[in-house]
Structure formats: C-alpha cells, structure tokens
C-alpha cells in the first residue's frame, strides 16, 4: 500500500514553473531516491511532500488520505513526517538537547526522552557526546545529530536532501550506513533527494529522475542505470557513449546499429527489437568495455581495433578515450591501464557485448 501519493502536481514561483505534472506513489517502508541536476526541482518536491510548501495544483495523498492545503489535519500529517536538510540545522544547546528537543515539544515523559535519546544516540555512533555543545561538532556529525534528532520521532516517513552533500567520503560513508540500517528495519518510508548517482543505487529501491521539473523515469537502479529512457537521463546517469546510428538490419532481435559518416559506415551489434531504418542512439556504459593489446576469442559481439586519443587517471579508475572509427571512452582499472601501458596514440582491441549496448530511438 502506498503512503504517499502525488497526483497531477505542479508548482510555480511567480510566472517561473518549477515542477511539472508529477505523479509519483511511494509504498510503505520504501526508500525511493530522486536524481537529477541542480535546479531540476528535487529539493521543492520535497518541501512539498512534507507540507512545508502547498503546490501550485494537484492533490496529496498520505496513508490512502487526501491531505487538504490548510487546517489541523494537514498540521497532524506533518508531525508523522521528518526533514532532514542539506546543511544540517543545530541548535546552540548540547547535542542530548537537540535530539531531544522534538520529544520535549511534544510534552513526552521525561524518563521516555532519556531512554529514546540514549538510544538513538548509541545508533548513530554519538554515545559520549550528550553534553557537547551541537555547535562545535564536524559537519559529518552535525549530521548525525540532526538525523537522530528526525529518527527519535519515529516518523512514518523521512525526507533526506542531498544528506552528504557537503561531507568528507568518510563521514558520507557513516551517514549512508546509518540510512541504511534504518531502511533493514523497515519500519520508515524514506525519499531521498541526491546527485550521487552510486549512492541512489547503493540505498534507493527505486529510483526517479527529475529533469527541468518532470519526473521522466522511475526503476529500481537496473532500469535507470542500463536502460535510461531518453539521451538526457543517459548522461545524466554516466553513459559518455551515446552515438548516433540507425539500424541497418535485424535478425531475432539481434539488430546492427551502423554508426560513423557515410563513407565509413561500422556495424555495433546489439540486442533490440527496432526494425530496420530506425534512426537511433546506441547508449554503451564506460565500464562495460574492455581493452586489450590484441584481438581476443571472447563471447563479446563487439570487439573493434583502436587508437588511444586520452588517458586520465580518476582514484582507482582510468578513464580512456579511443577511436574505433567512432569515439568511445572506457573505464578500467588504474592497475590495468599501468600494466597495459595504455598510453595516447597507443593501439589497443575494444570489445563489449551486445547485450551492453541499450538502443535508443532517437529523438526519445
């Protein structure tokens, strides 16, 4: 059963539209992340769905009911829900203050607010930290004082915004373990608004993109990451080969997308149901390709000869640029890179398989 529904909603600032004909349903105890490029609208959806803002036009739904746009039942809708906000937001007063300020507002029990802080305390790794002052924290634990402060509510549903946005990968990493465990428990619907691309498949069940204010796709990560629905998620989501071509011929199902200028047509095999004459773009991830200093048996259906044009070291990856006829960049380890000796105007055999070519029909 879904908790949360949007049907039909929209949402301008002044003459500006934001957010455009967004109909999205969030079952209970899911944690469904949002993508999507800064001003695509994520961090308004989320002000929306947690009733600080009321939309230009389209309906609420929250527990199967309508949620109305004033009153004391829209006041009550609200206290089941938590926001959690990009920048953490701390009160001056020690850190067992702040985590203890919602329960304290909502007049629980003295001995209750001790137990429930103790505890949400010990989760999020704070245990030993109730007397310090919230301010003097690190960012990386100003934000577990503010997811605590949100958990030890209990809401129904939690609303995070870009939650490690602004932190060290180490202090990000603590926080996505924590979202994590609160997901196992199944007992808090989460939506998540994020531009890490690895955290939303890492955390999320499901994931949306939101592009200038549409959500123009929802999956779980399989359908966002591997089968993007149009070219602007396709780059949105990391996949630097989209190439132009059209389908030269189709043969149960598997299709061959010629790509390159007319003089020099290249075949790309891939698996697809377009018939022939289709114009279209042939999407194939970096990650997916492998290199080799010679042509190899192997089961991939792709496997051209190329010349190096860019080598970049990324961490523990290397980014290759080649040409094959047609441009291409791969990703491989930085280990296999060195001990390749890929270098600029080196040759080097690209291959990947059919199966990791996702057709496009373009203009989609």
Known sequence: MSLVEVIGLHHR????????????SIDRGEVFALIGPTGAGKTTLLRIMDLLEVPSAGEIYFDGKYVPRSGRQRFAIRRRMSFIHQKPHVFNLSVCDNVACGLRWRREKKNKVVGKVGR???MVGLKGYENRNARTLS????QRVALARSLV???DLLLLDEPTANLDPVSAEKIEQLISQVARQGNTTMIMATHDMAQGQLLADRIGVLLEGGLVQTGNATDIFRSPRNREVARLVGIENIIEGVIAANTEGIATVEVGNDSDRIGIQAVSDY?????????IRPEDITLALSSTQSSARNS??????????LGALSRIEIDCGFRLVA????????????QVGGEVHAAFK??????????S
């Open 13 to 24: 600032y002044g003459p500006r539209p934001i957010l455009q004909d967004i109909n999205l």
């Open 304 to 313: 051209f000869q190329a010349r190096i044009t860019q080598v970049a070291t």
């Open 275 to 283: 018939p022939a004459g289709k114009e279209v773009y042939a999407c």
């Open 139 to 142: 960012g990386g634990e100003a």
């Open 153 to 155: 509510l209990e809401p």
């Open 354 to 363: 059919a199966t990791g070519v996702h057709v496009m029909e373009k203009g």
């Open 120 to 122: 949400i305390l010990e």
């Open 331 to 342: 990703l491989v380890t930085r280990m296999s890179a060195e001990d390749l000796d890929l």
